[in-house]
């Protein structure tokens, strides 16, 4: 018979144990979580102390280790820094060459690639480096560093190295976490630490990132290295003879690789128009840009700005570790945040070395007491170890008093092993010498640590002098100004039109050819019903029949007049107008004549630059027209906005019009200003006036070469920024120029004039070149007063009865051959005529508004 024990079957089902069950949500989001922070905190983002990330640090450390002066070869380092650094011998070279080529901590030898042209180092185990001597100072002290362990516990690293300069700003860093990134630009190594002594003293500082690829750098937006902010940095291009530009110098994150590569597609693009590119690079950057033919250098300079790498925007993110967590900041912040924590550290090497003194000041005082008053004789009858070390410690009391701390036995171990020829040889003048210069050095200490402030700014300041040298700014910051795109790119388009049809485009090749523009172009149409639209370029575009004018249309442009005659209605009278259209709608139709049904243009011209054309009217013949023909002038029409409705031409029918003769421009002359901050002409009044321009006026620029040029007054050209004279040319005005011959050590004064005839670039001084110009100028009665110092006596010289005006190439007259030392000059006032001319007409007498309804007053003309 079996018996079931239920109780015990319960108590083994009891006893099995529940299998857990996790959802795999949840895994990935724990998971994640610590990968995501494993990243952020080891891999990609830098602490706030050190500016450095962990692989960077950890390459310092290891170089540190194996410091001997001399030369390691990049792959021991790499070797060596695996035992600190988890992840592969290729995340620690790329490192170790980005730190090399940073030219700051680490001293390279061999090939170590190129930041210009992109060439990457040569293998680990062909390049060698060492630490500089800034690393050495700044970087390392064993007893201010937080060690921590190794990844594998078999070794410690430093949580941070006790760097004592503000290293992130100064490298700048770039790197992409899990959901997180970061980018601190690289700042000028003078700049920050005259910014962290600026701090220190309480005063405000700013600073703006500086980088080895030098270039320009525009820091409006820059919003001190925050979130959000921007840079735009370029390439800086000039034009040194016809048909040419150089880049010598290249905008940062960029390489003349990529640069040359952009430029490529841009031209193939059809956005510029080049023959070819060369790249000269070795040492500096140099590319060469053969320009077509039929291109100018200054709007090609601006098209490679527009459309290629050498412009770009940067946007920094400065994101550091800050104690375990990221931290979004400012640069200001950050370089606060650096220099306290250098005072921080300089006062800890203080205090190490304030006690290693004292301890110094302590034994050499009780050694001088142990020998001095012979207490080593008391020991040399003792029977046993036990009884020395109460024995000399109790003789040593009457004269420990003056000492900083109480006498230990370990102290006391010391003495005992001071050996019997230290004894012997003693010199107590010498001890006493020792320790007072001890206790000078321990005064000095405790002075830096009482005016830890001051002593900060002389340890920035001797940094600044021991390796400031030769880290001068590199990168010219500049107010860049917005280019058009529009109005620099090449006419790489055909237009055509079918007018009757009604449609434009570029693959009307079948019909009426127009013009060649740029696919960015915005065109304007009218139509024979009085109806106006711009559109963008395309293929293909239906516009509406009977097209009167096709054009390419520039906003705000106020210059372009159109000047046309329409029919109001099918019966009404005819009305003339003259307009610019400087802001529309894209796509949007605007009504030109009037809205009453069958209005029609009769006459139409579009005039670039203003003019106003002479045009016939013949009427209708009638009994009650005594005259049937006559004249309009549209230069006694007012410009006004579009929307007027006109002057009254005629209630009689018009039969025809006729052009009877072309104009000319009837607006005032163009005032002009240089803005010396971007170095770019403008109409705005932004800078020095220059004076008012018509459509042959020329502007003069002298460098300090004795180059003298003529330019039109396009405000898309470019001038160098070491013009010793920009203005406006008067032909008839003569040049003088006080220059020094370093042929013949004379020095020579000239006049002269220059023609819109000459060579572009004319020299006017010796081409030696030990000469310089000592002044130039324009004007016609000049007054120069030369000192030459203590050697001889001040000339008062007119420099009109000095010499006549002569040709360009003329030596001139022989000065002096004493040095100048400097020269004041004036212009004497000459008294001018009373002037006959009428005044020109005011510049904003074209500055309408297109809806005010004044605009539209009729007034009849042939009444």
């Given at each position: 018979?079996?018996?079931?024990?239920?109780?015990?079957?319960?108590?083994?089902?009891?006893?099995?144990?529940?299998?857990?069950?996790?959802?795999?949500?949840?895994?990935?989001?724990?998971?994640?979580?610590?990968?995501?922070?494993?990243?952020?905190?080891?891999?990609?983002?830098?602490?706030?102390?050190?500016?450095?990330?962990?692989?960077?640090?950890?390459?310092?450390?290891?170089?540190?280790?194996?410091?001997?002066?001399?030369?390691?070869?990049?792959?021991?380092?790499?070797?060596?820094?695996?035992?600190?650094?988890?992840?592969?011998?290729?995340?620690?070279?790329?490192?170790?060459?980005?730190?090399?080529?940073?030219?700051?901590?680490?001293?390279?030898?061999?090939?170590?690639?190129?930041?210009?042209?992109?060439?990457?180092?040569?293998?680990?185990?062909?390049?060698?480096?060492?630490?500089?001597?800034?690393?050495?100072?700044?970087?390392?002290?064993?007893?201010?560093?937080?060690?921590?362990?190794?990844?594998?516990?078999?070794?410690?690293?430093?949580?941070?190295?006790?760097?004592?300069?503000?290293?992130?700003?100064?490298?700048?860093?770039?790197?992409?976490?899990?959901?997180?990134?970061?980018?601190?630009?690289?700042?000028?190594?003078?700049?920050?630490?005259?910014?962290?002594?600026?701090?220190?003293?309480?005063?405000?500082?700013v600073l703006y990132p500086d980088f080895q690829t030098r270039g320009l750098v525009d820091i409006s937006n820059y919003n001190d290295g925050e979130?959000?902010?921007?840079?735009?940095?370029?390439?800086?291009?000039?034009?040194?003879?016809?048909?040419?530009?150089?880049?010598?110098?290249?905008?940062?994150?960029?390489?003349?690789?990529?640069?040359?590569?952009?430029?490529?597609?841009?031209?193939?693009?059809?956005?510029?128009?080049?023959?070819?590119?060369?790249?000269n690079t070795a040492a500096e950057v140099e590319i060469l840009i053969h320009l077509a033919n039929d291109v100018s250098p200054d709007k090609m300079?601006?098209?490679?700005?527009?459309?290629?790498?050498?412009?770009?925007?940067?946007?920094?993110?400065?994101?550091?570790?800050?104690?375990?967590?990221?931290?979004?900041?400012?640069?200001?912040?950050?370089?606060?945040?650096?220099?306290?924590?250098?005072?921080?550290?300089?006062?800890?090497?203080?205090?190490?070395?304030?006690?290693?003194?004292?301890?110094?000041?302590?034994?050499?005082?009780?050694?001088?007491?142990?020998?001095?008053?012979?207490?080593?004789?008391?020991?040399?009858?003792?029977?046993?170890?036990?009884?020395?070390?109460?024995?000399?410690?109790?003789?040593?009391?009457?004269?420990?008093?003056?000492?900083?701390?109480?006498?230990?036995?370990?102290?006391?171990?010391?003495?005992?092993?001071?050996?019997?020829?230290?004894?012997?040889?003693?010199?107590?003048?010498?001890?006493?010498?020792?320790?007072?210069?001890?206790?000078?050095?321990?005064?000095?200490?405790?002075?830096?640590?009482?005016?830890?402030?001051?002593?900060?700014?002389?340890?920035?300041?001797?940094?600044?002098?021991?390796?400031?040298?030769?880290?001068?700014?590199?990168?010219?910051?500049?107010?860049?100004?917005?280019?058009?795109?529009?109005?620099?790119?090449?006419?790489?388009?055909?237009?055509?039109?079918?007018?009757?049809?009604?449609?434009?485009?570029?693959?009307?090749?079948?019909?009426?050819?127009?013009?060649?523009?740029?696919?960015?172009?915005?065109?304007?149409?009218?139509?024979?019903?009085?109806?106006?639209?711009?559109?963008?370029?395309?293929?293909?575009?239906?516009?509406?029949?009977?097209?009167?004018?096709?054009?390419?249309?520039?906003?705000?442009?106020?210059?372009?007049?159109?000047?046309?005659?329409?029919?109001?209605?099918?019966?009404?009278?005819?009305?003339?107008?003259?307009?610019?259209?400087?802001?529309?709608?894209?796509?949007?139709?605007?009504?030109?004549?009037?809205?009453?049904k069958g209005s029609e243009i009769q006459y139409f011209s579009a005039n670039p630059n203003g003019e106003a054309e002479v045009v016939a009217i013949?009427?209708?013949?009638?009994?009650?027209?005594?005259?049937?023909?006559?004249?309009?002038?549209?230069?006694?029409?007012?410009?006004?906005?579009?929307?007027?409705?006109?002057?009254?031409?005629?209630?009689?029918?018009?039969?025809?019009?006729?052009?009877?003769?072309?104009?000319?421009?009837?607006?005032?002359?163009?005032?002009?200003?240089?803005?010396?901050?971007?170095?770019?002409?403008?109409?705005?009044?932004?800078?020095?006036?220059?004076?008012?321009?018509?459509?042959?006026?020329?502007?003069?620029?002298?460098?300090?070469?004795?180059?003298?040029?003529?330019?039109?007054?396009?405000?898309?050209?470019?001038?160098?920024?070491?013009?010793?004279?920009?203005?406006?040319?008067?032909?008839?005005?003569?040049?003088?120029?006080?220059?020094?011959?370093?042929?013949?050590?004379?020095?020579?004064?000239?006049?002269?004039?220059?023609?819109?005839?000459?060579?572009?670039?004319?020299?006017?001084?010796?081409?030696?070149?030990?000469?310089?110009?000592?002044?130039?100028?324009?004007?016609?009665?000049?007054?120069?007063?030369?000192?030459?110092?203590?050697?001889?006596?001040?000339?008062?010289?007119?420099?009109?009865?000095?010499?006549?005006?002569?040709?360009?190439?003329?030596?001139?007259?022989?000065?002096?051959?004493?040095?100048?030392?400097?020269?004041?000059?004036?212009?004497?006032?000459?008294?001018?005529?009373?002037?006959?001319?009428?005044?020109?007409?005011?510049?904003?007498?074209?500055?309408?508004?297109?809806?005010?309804?004044?605009?539209?007053?009729?007034?009849?003309?042939?009444?």
């Open positions: 018979m079996e018996v079931h024990n239920n109780n015990e079957e319960k108590n083994e089902h009891q006893q099995t144990p529940k299998e857990s069950i996790t959802k795999v949500s949840g895994m990935y989001q724990n998971w994640f979580l610590d990968y995501a922070s494993y990243v952020i905190l080891e891999r990609a983002i830098p602490s706030i102390y050190d500016g450095l990330k962990p692989v960077q640090r950890r390459i310092l450390h290891s170089m540190k280790e194996l410091e001997d002066g001399r030369y390691n070869k990049v792959a021991n380092i790499v070797g060596n820094t695996m035992k600190y650094h988890p992840h592969g011998d290729a995340s620690i070279s790329d490192a170790i060459v980005q730190l090399g080529q940073k030219e700051l901590l680490i001293d390279p030898q061999g090939n170590w690639g190129n930041i210009y042209t992109g060439d990457p180092a040569a293998a680990a185990r062909y390049i060698e480096s060492r630490l500089t001597p800034f690393a050495l100072e700044v970087a390392f002290n064993s007893k201010t560093t937080v060690w921590q362990p190794s990844y594998d516990g078999r070794n410690k690293e430093p949580e941070n190295l006790p760097i004592k300069f503000p290293l992130l700003l100064s490298q700048g860093v770039e790197g992409i976490a899990v959901g997180l990134s970061t980018k601190v630009l690289p700042h000028n190594f003078n700049e920050l630490i005259d910014a962290s002594i600026a701090h220190l003293k309480g005063k405000s500082f979130r959000g902010g921007k840079i735009r940095a370029r390439a800086r291009i000039y034009n040194p003879e016809k048909g040419f530009l150089i880049i010598n110098e290249i905008p940062y994150g960029t390489n003349t690789s990529s640069l040359i590569d952009s430029i490529l597609k841009a031209n193939d693009k059809g956005k510029i128009k080049i023959k070819k590119v060369e790249d300079i601006d098209a490679l700005y527009a459309f290629t790498d050498c412009e770009i925007s940067i946007s920094p993110n400065a994101c550091v570790i800050d104690v375990d967590k990221p931290e979004f900041l400012t640069v200001s912040e950050i370089l606060r945040r650096n220099t306290d924590h250098t005072v921080g550290l300089l006062k800890k090497e203080l205090e190490f070395e304030l006690g290693e003194l004292q301890e110094q000041w302590h034994f050499s005082s009780l050694e001088r007491i142990f020998i001095e008053n012979r207490i080593y004789h008391k020991i040399e009858e003792l029977e046993s170890w036990e009884e020395v070390v109460p024995t000399i410690d109790l003789e040593l009391k009457p004269f420990t008093a003056h000492l900083l701390r109480e006498v230990t036995e370990e102290d006391i171990l010391k003495l005992t092993e001071i050996k019997i020829k230290r004894i012997t040889k003693f010199d107590l003048g010498k001890a006493e010498n020792d320790i007072q210069a001890l206790e000078g050095k321990i005064k000095e200490v405790k002075h830096h640590l009482s005016n830890l402030i001051e002593y900060t700014i002389e340890y920035f300041t001797n940094i600044k002098k021991k390796y400031g040298k030769g880290r001068e700014r590199k990168t010219e910051i500049r107010t860049f100004d917005n280019i058009d795109a529009a109005k620099v790119a090449v006419a790489n388009v055909k237009f055509y039109v079918n007018r009757e049809e009604g449609f434009i485009g570029s693959s009307l090749k079948k019909d009426e050819y127009l013009f060649d523009c740029s696919d960015i172009d915005d065109i304007i149409v009218f139509r024979q019903d009085g109806m106006m639209l711009v559109t963008k370029v395309d293929s293909k575009t239906f516009v509406g029949k009977n097209i009167t004018h096709v054009g390419v249309w520039k906003k705000n442009d106020n210059r372009t007049i159109y000047n046309l005659i329409y029919r109001e209605g099918k019966t009404g009278p005819w009305y003339m107008k003259r307009f610019p259209v400087t802001a529309i709608t894209r796509d949007k139709e605007y009504s030109l004549a009037s809205e009453t013949m009427l209708k013949p009638s009994q009650r027209l005594k005259k049937l023909k006559f004249d309009i002038d549209f230069s006694e029409l007012a410009i006004k906005g579009r929307a007027s409705k006109g002057n009254l031409v005629s209630k009689n029918y018009i039969k025809k019009i006729e052009l009877k003769e072309t104009g000319v421009s009837t607006l005032a002359p163009r005032k002009i200003w240089f803005d010396e901050s971007i170095q770019r002409l403008n109409a705005d009044g932004r800078g020095t006036y220059l004076g008012a321009f018509r459509g042959n006026d020329k502007i003069l620029t002298i460098n300090p070469q004795g180059i003298a040029k003529l330019h039109t007054f396009d405000l898309m050209n470019h001038f160098d920024n070491d013009l010793l004279i920009l203005e406006k040319w008067n032909s008839e005005k003569p040049i003088c120029c006080i220059y020094y011959d370093g042929e013949k050590s004379i020095y020579y004064i000239k006049r002269f004039l220059v023609d819109d005839t000459m060579n572009p670039q004319v020299f006017f001084v010796s081409e030696h070149p030990k000469s310089f110009i000592e002044w130039v100028g324009t004007g016609w009665k000049l007054i120069a007063e030369i000192n030459f110092g203590k050697d001889k006596p001040e000339e008062i010289v007119d420099l009109e009865e000095f010499i006549t005006v002569k040709g360009i190439k003329a030596q001139g007259n022989q000065l002096s051959k004493e040095k100048i030392k400097n020269i004041q000059v004036r212009e004497e006032e000459i008294p001018e005529p009373e002037s006959t001319e009428e005044p020109e007409p005011e510049e904003d007498s074209n500055n309408f508004d297109e809806d005010d309804p004044d605009r539209g007053e009729q007034i009849n003309l042939f009444d």
